[in-house]
């Protein structure tokens, strides 16, 4: 069974910092792109950013230069490191697996989705 499970969010003031982690299991992700999205209420999904089996990266532009992200195929865990947040990133954060793909920002291309974890950004 396929199952991604998203860890570290949580409550932080504006200027702070948080790690995510998403650990995968289940089927070998080492070819796949993996994704993390985000999601409010009443909003799509929308894209944060993706790193491509063979280390292409992509970040959406409302969080390029604060954001990265990273993995580590041996350990089946993708990263996203936040830095300067802001109450704008408030949403829960949900990491996803793009089969053989190259990391695209559409939710469509995902195959695989992690149940998401909250992160909070207090003014």
């Known amino acids: 069974q396929v199952q991604l499970v998203e860890s570290g969010g949580g409550l932080v003031q504006a200027g702070g910092s948080l790690s995510l982690s998403c650990a995968a299991s289940g089927r070998t992700f080492s070819r796949d792109a993996m994704g993390w999205f985000r999601q409010t209420p009443g909003k799509e999904r929308e894209f944060v950013a993706a790193i491509s089996w063979i280390g292409g990266i992509f970040y959406a532009n409302s969080v390029r230069g604060r954001f990265t992200i990273s993995r580590d195929n041996v350990k089946n865990t993708v990263y996203l490191q936040m830095n300067s947040l802001k109450p704008e990133d408030t949403a829960v954060y949900y990491c996803?697996?793009?089969?053989?793909?190259?990391?695209?920002?559409?939710?469509?291309?995902?195959?695989?989705w992690g149940q998401g974890t909250q992160v909070t950004v207090s003014s």
């Open positions: 996803a697996a793009e089969p053989y793909g190259g990391g695209g920002s559409s939710p469509r291309s995902y195959d695989y």
